[in-house]
């Protein structure tokens, strides 16, 4: 079972490019949600997805797009890279309200 | 909105020893409550979690937690650490309402266990 799968795992990107993160994940789960994470702040919600087409803000929504077209799929958006969010970044997805959330490997992302 | 409270950002014990990790919430209903564990270079994987029903749950690798209604606290134990238990641990609370659906991590409580 592949589970929650992130790509790339590791990216450089100077400040102001575009980039997309990939999430995609084969347990046919509705609630998808994107974290970063950053040392001694935990993880901080920044977009979350309840199911395809319904997309919400988490804490730290600045800077970040995210669509669900498919169940399946959820990609982070970072419109114009800034050092502020160099981070490692998480996709987590869950069966139901309640239940189990499982995370990919992460993204560690470095913008100069 | 609710909140959680990890004390301790690093814990150290020897081996052998207890663990515990304090976590504390802020909710006005009862809550969801889960432990995640982090290894290095890795993502989150679930120790444990609270719903509804026995306050004492238990989870992997030996790991259990008491839900505490009167104290807002869900504090994570292990009898006997072993070196594997080195990790990061993280306390988190989800919540739901009006369709809306947010996990809310902690800060994260990093355990070392001394040989």
């Known amino acids: 079972n592949a589970g929650v799968t992130q790509t790339p795992k590791f990216q450089v990107l100077k400040t102001g490019q575009s980039m997309t993160l990939q999430c995609a994940q084969d347990m046919n789960h509705e609630y998808m949600s994107w974290y970063r994470q950053d040392p001694g702040m935990g993880l901080r919600l920044i977009h979350y997805?309840?199911?395809?087409?319904?997309?919400d803000q988490g804490e730290v929504p600045n800077g970040y797009n995210v669509s669900r077209s498919t169940t399946e799929d959820f990609p982070l958006r970072l419109l114009s890279a800034a050092p502020s969010q160099t981070s490692v970044y998480f996709c987590a997805s869950s069966y139901i309200l309640g239940s189990e959330a499982f995370f990919g490997q992460g993204t560690r992302l470095t913008v100069v | 909105a609710q909140s959680v409270t990890q004390l301790g950002s690093h814990v150290s014990v020897s081996e052998g020893a207890l663990v515990l990790l304090r976590c504390n919430y802020s909710s006005s209903v009862p809550p969801y409550l889960f432990w995640y564990v982090q290894y290095p270079n890795q993502g989150l994987q679930l120790l444990l979690k609270?719903?509804?029903?026995?306050?004492l749950v238990k989870g992997i690798n030996g790991f259990e937690a008491e839900f505490k209604k009167s104290e807002t606290s869900f504090h994570l134990t292990k009898p006997s650490a072993h070196m594997s238990d080195a990790a990061e641990y993280f306390c988190a609370v989800i919540t739901s309402g009006a369709g809306s659906y947010q996990l809310t991590f902690g800060k994260g409580t990093k355990l070392s266990v001394i040989p």
């Open positions: 997805s309840v199911g395809a087409g319904i997309t």
């Open positions: 609270y719903t509804t029903g026995a306050t």
